[in-house]
């Protein structure tokens, strides 16, 4: 079956930094996405990988091993405004998205 | 502001209500899809339109009816729903539906209620 696994919810303190963590298993792979969803408003894009390693934007940092199966978001300097959900979602074979549940990052001063 | 709008913003129906979902995208995008999101589930794909051909219907129940005029706009027929349809009905919009680096483009949802 396909499925992606991210931790229900974690807790950063501002200005530090966190990573969230994601693995999957799909019918082949044709890209990770990350999203960022706060409460009551649309998932916005964030990051696409296809390859490994590392795609740096800004405070935000994506990572990919596609042998491990598994990707990380990494948010440097958190702010209060970075609490809301991060959502993983892979390509798979058939350039269907695969959605994990989401993490919901609370972000406490 | 994402380029994509749904309406209406929150609905209210009894399990015997006929109402329809809106969803319009301003971003010459070719493919659009009707999303159900659930508190605390993944998002669950429920219809793709690629060029205005249906692509995809993940056995979604026949109480849930698409329909996608022109590229631009989608709708989501509901009739006869159950309390357990009460959820956020997200659309979102791409490039198009094919190619693997195409981010979706959502809309800030339908929060519906089946009472």
């Known amino acids: 079956g396909q499925n992606i696994d991210q931790p229900t919810e974690m807790t950063a303190t501002e200005g530090a930094i966190v990573q969230i963590n994601c693995t999957y298993q799909?019918?082949?792979?044709?890209?990770l996405f990350w999203y960022q969803q706060h409460a009551g408003e649309a998932p916005t894009f964030l990051s696409y990988?296809?390859l490994d390693g590392l795609e740096e934007k800004g405070r935000f940092s994506s990572f990919l091993s596609r042998s491990k199966g598994y990707s990380y978001l990494l948010l440097k300097e958190l702010q209060m405004k970075d609490s809301a959900s991060y959502l993983c979602?892979?390509?798979?074979?058939?350039?269907?998205?695969?959605w994990g549940a989401g993490t919901k990052l609370i972000i406490k001063p | 502001e994402t380029g994509v709008t749904q309406t209406p913003r929150h609905l209210v129906m009894g399990m015997t209500n006929k109402k329809s979902l809106k969803c319009e995208q301003h971003?010459?995008?070719?493919?659009m899809y009707w999303y159900k999101q659930s508190a605390k589930k993944p998002l669950e794909l429920m219809f793709v339109?690629?060029?205005?051909?249906?692509?995809e219907n993940n056995s979604v129940p026949s109480r849930f009816s698409p329909e996608c005029p022109n590229s631009s706009h989608l709708f989501l027929h509901l009739h006869t729903l159950q309390p357990e349809d009460s959820a956020l009905y997200l659309c979102?919009?791409?490039?198009?539906?094919?190619?693997?680096?195409?981010?979706?483009?959502f809309g800030p949802g339908t929060r519906l209620t089946v009472l």
């Open positions: 979102a919009s791409s490039q198009d539906s094919a190619s693997g680096g195409n981010e979706q483009f």
């Open positions: 971003l010459g995008h070719n493919a």
């Open positions: 339109y690629n060029f205005k051909e249906q692509t």
């Open positions: 799909t019918s082949g792979f044709n890209g």
């Open positions: 990988n296809v």
């Open positions: 979602a892979v390509r798979d074979g058939d350039y269907q998205l695969i």
